[in-house]
């Protein structure tokens, strides 16, 4: 099987074994991936990583997996015999980072876990993704992304005051740990290229931890003035300035509509047309917040959508249109930045999705492949990797160690030779 081109990136060389499945730590070497590391999806034969199934699907294909599994290779290992997990600690010994989301005794009884892990690579960094943290008292617990979130504080936070709390529309709690998860990587790479002495690092994450970390004020609020902030719509509990909301237009579209400083407020104040001289003062601004809010409704509900648009851009108050996925792809902002790609699929021919985000500009890595068919680069990569003979691999396939050759990764090179 031909081996595919990968484009260079910011991140090329780096070798990455992934033991998770679903959303967040796939995301984190996802978003690593984009920038060129070199990432291997183990996957159980025969029925691969349950994301390959989950959301809308084409003639049968589904979508989702051709994001979430773009940019990686997929190797299928039956980790529940010792053959399959020691093929997998043989990966990880020529790897720079290991990527696990199983449950912590599940690791530890395939001899995936930190230690064992660690005494076959001693510069490994490995990235271990739970419910509950790996060295809590519910270290094996099941946990979900939801969950995270709920546990975070975000969806007390989120929703009206007489509705109950709203978990938001994506796998909120997961991305943001993926996000957190591969920063933590490159952190602790960094200390490794830095550090003569570098005896490892291992990073513990819980999918509530990420969130929880980022509503910067809740805690400190707590402490200090004893509040517990509730649900607020779409204005904050604890906001920068005094607008913050969102706004329905005479066209019976939503457009939002924020201030993070004094100045900004009262840009608003004069364009609604209030002239107490009180609201030029942040603190009454903050005081009377429902009047500036009313009086905000009623002038946006007046005017068009693009007409109030203009007259808020003209006094230099921030606001946009709040975008569905059809204003996204026909938006020429998404198009400036290349935000918006368009990548060859062997099932589903071209497909749209997200660019390479964040843009390096000397590095900036490239998609270079959609989500790859179950068990499509066993060969490549046992061969590449582990410097198996054909033969060798061949054995495996036999024994069932690994799975067969998919169908799809020949329509993949049929493409890539006709391209």
């Not at 329905?248 to 609604?272: F, H, M, P, Y």
């Not at 903050?286 to 009086?295: F, G, H, N, P």
Request: hydrophobic share 45%.
């Amino acid at each position: 099987m031909t081996e595919p081109v990968v484009p260079h990136g910011a991140l090329e060389g780096l070798r990455i074994v992934e033991f998770a499945h679903v959303v967040a730590g796939p995301l984190a070497g996802g978003l690593m991936a984009d920038l060129g590391a070199d990432v291997i999806h183990v996957e159980p034969p025969g029925s691969g990583d349950t994301a390959r199934g989950m959301g809308p699907a084409r003639d049968g294909v589904h979508l989702w997996w051709k994001v979430s599994g773009r940019n990686k290779r997929s190797v299928t290992i039956d980790l529940r015999r010792p053959e399959g997990q020691e093929l997998a600690r043989e990966l990880v010994a020529g790897a720079d980072v290991a990527i696990a989301s199983l449950r912590a005794d599940t690791l530890e009884r395939w001899g995936l876990d930190w230690e064992a892990l660690h005494a076959v690579n001693r510069t490994l960094v490995m990235l271990q993704i739970s419910g509950y943290g790996a060295r809590s008292s519910m270290r094996s617990a099941p946990g979900l992304g939801k969950v995270g979130e709920a546990r975070s504080g975000v969806v007390n936070l989120t929703g009206f005051p007489d509705t109950p709390p709203v978990h938001t529309g994506f796998s909120h709690g997961d991305a943001v740990t993926g996000l957190m998860g591969a920063f933590a990587v490159m952190s602790a790479m960094y200390r490794r290229a830095n550090d003569p002495e570098f005896d490892g690092e291992w990073i513990d994450l819980a999918l509530f931890e990420s969130l929880f970390r980022v509503i910067e004020w809740q805690v400190i609020v707590h402490d200090q003035l004893g509040m517990v902030p509730e649900r607020m719509g779409n204005r904050l509990a604890i906001a920068p300035a005094a607008v913050v909301n969102t706004y329905q237009s005479s066209e019976g579209e939503w457009i939002t509509i924020t201030s993070a400083t004094r100045r900004s407020v009262v840009n608003v104040i004069e364009l609604v047309g209030l002239t107490e001289e009180r609201l030029q003062e942040l603190e009454s601004q903050r005081a009377q917040s429902d009047l500036l809010d009313e009086a905000l409704r009623r002038w946006v509900s007046e005017r068009a959508t693009e007409q109030a648009l203009d007259e808020l851009a003209a006094a230099e108050v921030v606001a946009s249109r709040i975008f569905s996925v059809r204003d996204i792809v026909n938006d020429p902002i998404y198009r400036e930045l290349g935000d918006l790609i368009s990548v060859e699929d062997p099932e589903l021919g071209p497909v749209q999705m997200q660019g390479v985000i964040p843009r390096l500009l000397n590095h900036a890595g490239a998609v270079w492949r959609t989500g790859a068919a179950l068990g499509e680069d066993n060969e490549s990569v046992l061969g590449r990797w582990l410097g198996m003979q054909p033969k060798a691999v061949e054995e495996l396939r036999r024994d069932g160690v690994i799975g067969p050759v998919p169908a799809a990764a020949e329509r993949r090179e049929s493409v890539g030779r006709a391209q």
